[in-house]
T-cell receptor, first 114, second 111 residues
Framework: GAGVSQSPSNKVTEKGKDVELRCDPI?????LYWYRQRLGQGLEFLIY????????KSGLPSDRFSAERTGESVSTLTIQRTQQEDSAVYLC????????????FGPGTRLTVT | GESVGLHLPTLSVQEGDNSIINCAYS??????FIWYKQESGKGPQFIID?????DKRQGQRVTVLLNKTVKHLSLQIAATQPGDSAVYFC??????????FGTGTRLTVIP
């Protein structure tokens, strides 16, 4: 079946502009995660959605970052007033929350802030 | 605090040899561990996982070993192939909390 998809695949924006990144999880997956991956580094947890529970926003680096999820489907990650240090690949993952923890990742959105 | 680190940032092996990628974790309460493979320009791909009540698990050409005494995790790849060239991440999880990823090891397979 279809995997996790993300759009756009690449985004170049000017410093100070807002950007919106989209994630379409695997159908039926109740959990959805956003990560940030800077060049040559590991994955940095940003935010986690599980069903209708309040999201875990503990990884968001500043109040410029926010995310929404509509039910158990699409999620958008919004970065306001982008800064150059926001340049990274933003990865989305989804998983079944049935006792298995395997996260299925999308291809990511490469964000470049000029 | 939580940390999942790798002993070596890069590893080069000859095609056909076995590869061993190591990982250390600091949270003794971690109860689930995963290895991911990330090829250039792609998202991480699940390889194999292991729970803390096990010390070894085998997959196709891969074996994960868990040593809870020294909080060490390793990924062994048998008969390494050029397609195995990628960055490998270990990650650990505690209960229903989130995965914590290490920095990653870049594996290069020399033909």
């Amino acid at each position: 079946g279809a995997g996790v998809s993300q759009s756009p695949s690449n985004k170049v924006t000017e410093k100070g502009k807002d950007v919106e990144l989209r994630c379409d999880p695997i159908s039926g997956h109740t959990a959805l995660y956003w990560y940030r991956q800077r060049l040559g580094q590991g994955l940095e947890f940003l935010i986690y959605f599980q069903g209708n529970s309040a999201p875990d926003k503990s990884g968001l680096p500043s109040d410029r970052f926010s995310a929404e999820r509509t039910g158990e489907s699409v999620s958008t990650l919004t970065i306001q007033r982008t800064q150059q240090e926001d340049s990274a690949v933003y990865l989305c993952a989804s998983s079944l929350r049935d006792g298995t923890y395997e996260q299925y990742f999308g291809p990511g959105t490469r964000l470049t802030v000029t | 605090g939580e940390s999942v680190g790798l002993h070596l940032p890069t590893l080069s092996v000859q095609e056909g040899d076995n590869s061993i990628i190591n990982c250390a974790y600091s949270n003794s309460a971690s109860d689930y561990f995963i290895w991911y493979k990330q090829e250039s320009g792609k998202g991480p791909q699940f390889i194999i996982d292991i729970r803390s009540n096990m010390d070894k698990r085998q997959g196709q050409r891969v074996t994960v070993l868990l040593n809870k005494t020294v909080k060490h995790l390793s990924l062994q790849i048998a008969a390494t192939q050029p397609g195995d060239s990628a960055v490998y991440f270990c990650a650990d999880q505690t209960g229903a909390n989130n995965l914590f990823f290490g920095t990653g090891t870049r594996l290069t397979v020399i033909p």
